[in-house]
């Protein structure tokens, strides 16, 4: 993996995700594959190319410029493809797909977007004082998101050296799922606001729910409330009949009873990523419609 990440999506003027004005960084990778992810553009490390059904005129642009021959134009009967079924879909080999973005340069449409940007710490520094004045205005600042930020905690070290350096305000969203010592050693001295995601409290269901287990999570998380320094905010998506049941989270309230944390807060549910894995042509995770209760009895 390179020492310089991919940047997904940088949000300017933001009011949400910690105080004041703020510009919000999305990266990519996550150790995690929540099934309700609504970013699942933020998984993989890699770039990738998102296709968009509802813009594309099907003028084969995409198929002539790519320099892998990944992209090809189905005129038969139904044919299953990552883009959909049917005739004139674009199948799309993704095995041979390098991420070039030659077919993204050559849609007039905007019905192909690359995902994932390098920005070197100077330049991503760059970019995030630009807005200074609205954070000191605002008592507003900087918030690292994704993916799991943690996953890059020496990028993210030499950038927010820098900010705090400007005396910038800066917050940090988590799966927990982190290397604290990493993070303890190098970045942990300039973060302020900590943003915990708790999904799941049976460790079983969310192994399910999420491929890894929740021991680390909490550990980490327990780690933070007693060497605590920075404000300190658990969150659980409230998606229906999986983190939004009465065992989940009656779990999570007696779990957090016995840590020192400065808010709890429950966030509605986000379907977007549903249409976001067929733009990336992946399944739609079907998981969070089994009867778990079943799987684990």
């Known amino acids: 993996m390179s020492s ?42 890699r770039t990738e190319i998102a296709w968009y059904a509802d813009k594309c005129v099907k003028c084969n642009t995409c198929i002539r410029s790519c320099p892998e021959n990944a992209i090809s134009y189905n005129s038969e009967s139904l044919h299953p493809s990552l883009f959909g079924e049917g005739p004139g879909v674009r199948l799309f080999n993704r095995e041979k797909c390098t ?34 004045a609205f954070y000191e205005s605002s008592g507003g600042g900087i918030t690292f998101s994704g993916g799991e930020p943690l996953v890059h905690i020496p990028y993210l070290e030499k950038v ?86 009465e065992e989940n989270t009656e779990a999570i309230k007696l779990y957090l009873k016995r840590l020192h944390i ?5 966030l509605a549910y986000n379907p977007s990523g549903i249409n976001k894995c067929l733009a990336l042509g992946r399944d739609i995770p079907e998981r969070h419609k089994l009867n778990v209760e079943t799987i684990f009895s």
């Open 160 to 245: 927010c050296r820098e900010l705090k350096k400007q005396s910038i305000n800066i917050a940090v969203q988590t799966s927990g799922f982190f290397n604290y010592k990493l993070f303890e050693q190098l970045l942990k001295p300039y973060i302020d606001i900590i943003y915990f995601d708790l999904k799941v409290m049976n460790r079983k269901k969310h192994y399910f729910y999420t491929g890894q287990y929740n021991d680390l999570i909490l550990e980490n998380l327990y780690k933070l409330q007693s060497e605590k320094r920075q404000t300190l905010i658990v969150r659980t998506p409230m998606v229906p009949e999986i983190t939004a049941t």
């Open 4 to 45: 310089i990440p991919l940047i997904f999506d940088l949000v300017r003027g933001s009011f949400v995700d910690g105080p004041g004005i703020r510009t919000t960084v999305f990266f990519k990778g996550c150790p995690l594959r929540c099934v309700w992810c609504h970013n699942p553009e933020s998984q993989i490390h």
């Open 262 to 266: 400065d808010g709890y807060e429950m």
């Open 99 to 132: 991420g070039c973005g030659k077919c993204v340069e050559a849609c007039s449409f905007n019905a192909l977007k690359q995902i994932g940007t390098v920005y070197s710490p100077e330049k991503l520094i760059e970019i995030l004082l630009r807005d200074k």
